[in-house]
């Protein structure tokens, strides 16, 4: 039996991956943070067959035990300070957190049990003020925010430990992802929870920032499946994951409305507070590599996904379900 550890298990990735992995017969292992109140949400149904360890990206001792104590076959790091508007307010922690947390990862893995797989999970946001349009993995990197500037060093980390110690090290630049677990916080799942509560007559009104960012939106179950597929390649490489195409956020907005029956336009306003210091205006994927190589598709299309998280939040809202 293959054994996997994960950092974020308890995030909207982490919580996918554990599933997928629990379900192709792995022993799964999670690092989570002490907190007061354990955070188990997205992973109550299958908590229960996985094993949770203490652990924190800003403590190296703590990820190097887990290491040997554990001895992965795989090791997916996909925890981070993810939340971009977030990087601006705590930019140090988000380097803390999101940059050399790689790197005590990396050492962990190379100090504990050099043997064990590593994926580190790379983001479309590192392209930033896009060079090329469609990205690839040798299109060039311009991080307009301290996450992505923070997520450029944690993939460089990757390639110098996998160049400098021989360690089976990848990266995954995943573009936008998300599902019926996004956090509030996430554009995606404020569109689709607020709509759940206009059409329930609980809210009035949707505030939103730039209309006009484009983004490559794919369905994260689709994303854990192509994490997995990386890390059974005879050799390590890295690949961009994405659908290639481009949605506006005004699209996201229409669609959402669309599976209510409702106007936008009647419930929407821009708020030019919550439009980002430096903006990221276009994202699309060239997924290519990953689909020869790797063999890897996309399956649910954008408008499902949005579907599917509108109706999940409409189910938990009219069941007062924590979101």
Do not use: C
């Not at 919580?15 to 999670?30: C, D, I, P, R, T």
């Not at 980002?276 to 890897?296: H, Y």
Request: neutral net charge; aromatic residues 10%; proline residues 5%.
């Amino acid at each position: 039996m293959k054994k996997a550890l994960i950092t974020g298990i308890t995030g909207q990735d982490g919580s996918y991956l554990a599933e997928l992995l629990l379900e192709k017969g792995y022993e799964v292992h999670g690092v989570t943070r002490r907190t007061s109140t354990p955070i188990y949400d997205r992973i109550k149904q299958i908590v229960d067959r996985i094993t949770l360890h203490p652990g924190d990206l800003l403590d190296q001792h703590s990820l190097t035990q887990v290491i040997q104590d554990i001895k992965p076959d795989e090791v997916y790091n996909l925890a981070a300070q993810s939340f971009v508007p977030t990087s601006w307010s705590q930019p140090v922690l988000t380097g803390e957190f999101t940059a050399l947390g790689v790197t005590r990862m990396l050492e962990a893995v190379r100090l504990a049990y050099p043997k064990a797989k590593f994926y580190q999970a790379s983001s479309s946001e590192m392209f930033g003020k896009v060079r090329e349009t469609p990205q690839n993995e040798l299109t060039p990197f311009y991080p307009r925010s301290p996450y992505g500037v923070a997520k450029v060093y944690g993939h460089w980390i990757t390639v110098n430990y996998r160049e400098s110690y021989n360690l089976y090290a990848v990266s995954g630049i995943m573009f936008n992802h998300e599902s019926e677990r996004r956090g509030l916080e996430f554009v995606s799942r404020k569109v689709t929870h607020s709509v759940a509560k206009i059409k329930l007559g609980k809210e009035k009104k949707l505030s939103l920032g730039n209309l006009e960012a484009k983004r490559d939106w794919g369905y994260t179950p689709d994303y854990v499946a192509a994490m997995h597929l990386m890390m059974q390649e005879d050799k390590p490489d890295d690949y961009v994951i994405g659908t290639g195409q481009t949605r506006t956020v005004k699209e996201l907005v229409e669609t959402a409305f669309k599976v209510v029956n409702l106007d936008w336009q009647k419930y929407v306003e821009v708020d030019q507070t919550l439009i980002r210091p430096a903006e990221v205006d276009m994202l699309v994927a060239d997924p290519s590599k990953a689909k020869a190589v790797l063999k890897w598709q996309p399956k649910v299309s954008f408008e499902e996904m949005i579907k599917r998280m509108v109706e999940a939040d409409l189910f938990r809202e009219k069941n007062g379900q924590s979101t």
